[in-house]
C-alpha cells in the first residue's frame, strides 16, 4: 500500500501558489515532490497537489490518499457541485479511474507529521519564488517611490487582450435572468454598459494606469447553466504604447458587480468567481494565451 499527504498553499488567491506531495511506500521510504504556479488559487494547488502525488506513484498498488483540503475530499467522496477548476478536475478523474484509491480527510495543522510536512513543502514552494525586489516592479523607483511606466520610447503596436470571470448563482436565479423576469430590469444590458464604462474609465480608477485610445471595447454574457451563472468576458484593443489588459479586467469585474448587485435581493449567496486574464497580445513580452 502507498500512502500519500498533498497539500496547497497560495499567496493570495488568486495569487502565487505551491503544491507539495510526500509519498510513502509499504517499506517505509519516503519521496517528497513540489512545485509552484503563477497567478492560481488555493483550490487549483490542493487538486494539483493530489494529481502530482498520484502521477509518482505506482498505479498497481492501493492508495491512501490524505488531505486537509475539505473541497478536495468531499468533491470526490460526496460529489460536491464542481463549479471551477474543470481542466484539473478532469486531470484528476483520468488518474484516479480504475485505481484502488481510499480518500481521507485529516485537520490542518494538527500534529500530523506527514500533513505538515505536505504544507510545509507547498508553502517553502512559495517563498522560492516571492523574492522580489523594487527593481523588478515597473512602477517603483530605485528609491523606492511610485512612479508611472515612462512609454515614450516604446513602439506603437496593435495591443489586444481578453480577460473573463463568472457570477455563480443559484439555478433559479438563473432561470429568471433569462425570462427576463428580473424586478431591476435587463440585466444583460446594463452589466454589458457598465463593463465598457469601466473600461473606459480605467486611467481614473487605477492611479498609475496610462490615458489609452481603445480602439475596441467588447463585454460579452453568456448563460453557463453548468454553473449555474453567467460568463463575462471584456476584449479591449488599442494601437498604442502599453498593454490593454486592465482596462479588459476593469470591464469584466465591473460588469460581474453589476449584475451581483442586479441579483442579490433574490440570491445572496451569488459570487464571483476566477476573473482573470485568457489572452494578450502586443509589444515587447508578445503573446499569452492560457491553457
Known amino acids: 500500500m502507498i500512502t500519500i499527504y498533498t497539500d496547497g498553499a497560495c499567496s493570495g488567491n488568486p495569487g502565487l501558489g505551491g503544491w507539495g506531495a510526500v509519498i510513502i511506500k509499504e517499506n517505509g521510504e519516503e519521496s517528497y515532490f513540489s512545485g509552484f504556479q503563477e497567478d492560481t488559487t488555493n483550490n487549483r494547488m490542493e487538486i494539483q497537489a493530489v494529481i502530482e502525488g498520484l502521477e509518482n506513484s505506482n498505479p498497481d498498488e492501493e492508495i491512501r490518499i ?17 463549479n471551477a477548476n474543470h481542466d484539473l478536475w478532469s486531470k484528476l478523474d483520468n488518474l484516479v479511474r480504475g485505481r484502488n484509491i481510499k480518500w481521507n480527510w485529516v485537520k490542518g495543522h494538527s500534529g500530523d507529521k506527514y500533513n505538515d510536512l505536505a504544507d510545509e513543502l507547498a508553502v517553502k514552494a512559495v517563498d522560492s519564488k516571492k523574492k522580489v525586489t523594487p527593481n523588478n516592479l515597473t512602477h517603483i523607483d530605485d528609491s523606492g517611490k511610485l512612479k508611472m511606466v515612462d512609454v515614450s520610447e516604446k513602439e506603437i503596436s496593435e495591443r489586444l487582450a481578453v480577460v473573463q470571470g463568472f457570477v455563480v448563482m443559484q439555478k433559479e436565479t438563473l432561470e429568471i435572468i433569462k425570462q427576463g423576469d428580473l424586478d431591476k430590469g435587463d440585466i444583460i444590458t446594463l452589466a454589458r454598459t457598465a463593463g465598457i464604462t469601466a473600461a473606459k474609465s480605467t486611467p481614473t480608477l487605477i492611479p498609475l494606469c496610462h490615458t489609452i485610445p481603445l480602439s475596441e471595447i467588447k463585454v460579452e454574457i453568456e448563460f453557463e447553466d453548468n454553473l449555474p451563472g453567467l460568463k463575462v468576458t471584456c476584449t479591449t484593443r488599442a494601437e498604442w504604447k502599453t498593454g490593454v489588459e486592465i482596462e479588459a479586467f476593469n470591464g469584466v469585474s465591473i460588469a460581474c458587480v453589476t ?3 442586479m441579483c442579490k435581493a433574490i440570491d445572496r449567496s451569488a459570487y464571483i468567481s476566477d476573473i482573470k486574464l485568457i489572452k494578450k497580445s502586443g509589444g515587447k513580452s508578445g503573446l499569452f494565451e492560457r491553457e
Open 66 to 82: 490524505f488531505s486537509d483540503s475539505t473541497y478536495v475530499i468531499n468533491t470526490l467522496t460526496k460529489n460536491w457541485k464542481r
Open 259 to 261: 449584475i451581483y448587485d
